[in-house]
């Protein structure tokens, strides 16, 4: 069985912080047994927050000499995939073999899709041909292109990343699901249980199977808010404003995919998921504090056998 990988967010404090405090910070996450951190990427959302998934993993993985950074999930559809397979390219020179890239397709916020000149409903169509095009570039091949949204002679991107940058698919949809089978190195699981899991580990296998793609490397995984703290309630309280003030939806939506509690209950929540064919986790920890989710992440690792 592959190495199971677990890793936690990268926290404000950790990017925007004085330098020897965030460095504190990642040598804590390290110490723990933490594989990786994790970003997110929003350009503008809901009420303007938001975050650059790659500036961010460039910012991680050069404040720490051995922790891998996935970004979970990049927006690819509000680039161009040329100027990404380069700022991809220039990270993995930097810090070759620590960079993941998990792609999505976004959605809560329509509005953030369109004020970037993207029509939401084109967004699906997008990211499949700009995966299309990016893992070959990544391979250092040379590339033309004409397509329903880009158009192309001869591009090269160069130097190819060693070892290659594995892209990991998000969403909980069939079309992302197909997605992961065509163009990713895994899926990453949001919001589902183990059961479905599963069967999503069998159905990109067919489906890789049938593009074509022999011997794929998988490395699927799994996005999770969780809560930490002995008591559970408070836990709860803390998973649900959190949730709440992010998504915008009730946290009913979300619990029954959300636990809170201890680490040892979180880990349980979570070893079904192993089971079923995860090996990376993304654990966003609510805890209170940046230390404090950081040890409980490290100990459900250590429960999980990670």
């Not at 938001?50 to 927006?75: E, F, K, Q």
């Not at 309280?237 to 939806?249: P, Q, S, V, W």
Request: net charge neutral; proline share 6%; charged share 25%.
């Amino acid at each position: 069985m592959a190495e199971l990988r677990i890793g936690t967010l990268g926290t404000p404090r950790m990017l925007r912080a004085p330098v020897e405090e965030r460095r504190s910070l990642l040598a804590r996450a390290a110490d723990a047994g933490l594989s990786h951190l994790f970003v997110a990427d929003h350009v503008s959302f809901f009420d303007g927050r938001g975050m650059d998934g790659l500036v961010n993993a460039a910012t991680l993985l050069a404040s720490h000499p051995s922790l891998r950074v996935y970004v979970g999930v990049y927006l690819l559809a509000l680039r161009h995939p040329l100027p990404v397979a380069r700022q991809i390219a220039s990270l993995a020179e930097s810090a070759p073999g620590r960079l993941t890239l998990g792609v999505g397709v976004g959605g809560e916020d329509r509005h953030e899709i369109e004020i970037c000149g993207v029509d939401p409903a084109t967004r699906g169509r997008r990211t499949d041909e700009s995966l299309a095009v990016l893992r070959p570039l990544l391979a250092g091949e040379r590339v033309s292109h004409r397509g329903e949204f880009f158009a192309f002679d001869d591009a090269l991107i160069r130097p190819a990343p060693k070892p290659p940058v594995p892209i990991a698919i998000g969403g909980r949809s069939s079309a992302a699901v197909r997605r992961a089978g065509r163009h990713g190195d895994g899926w990453l699981g949001v919001w589902c249980s183990p059961k479905r899991f599963a069967e999503v580990v069998r159905e990109t296998a067919a489906i890789a199977a049938e593009a074509g793609r022999g011997n794929v490397d998988w490395r699927h995984g799994l996005q999770v808010w969780t809560a930490c703290d002995p008591n559970r309630d408070l836990a709860r309280a803390r998973l649900a404003a959190a949730m709440e003030d992010m998504y915008r939806t009730p946290f009913a939506r979300f619990e029954r995919y959300s636990p809170a509690g201890s680490a040892a209950e979180i880990a349980d929540f979570l070893a079904p998921y192993a089971d079923a064919g995860c090996r990376e986790f993304n654990v966003m920890c609510i805890a209170e504090s940046d230390e404090a989710g950081i040890d409980a992440v490290g100990e459900i690792r250590r429960r999980l056998g990670g």
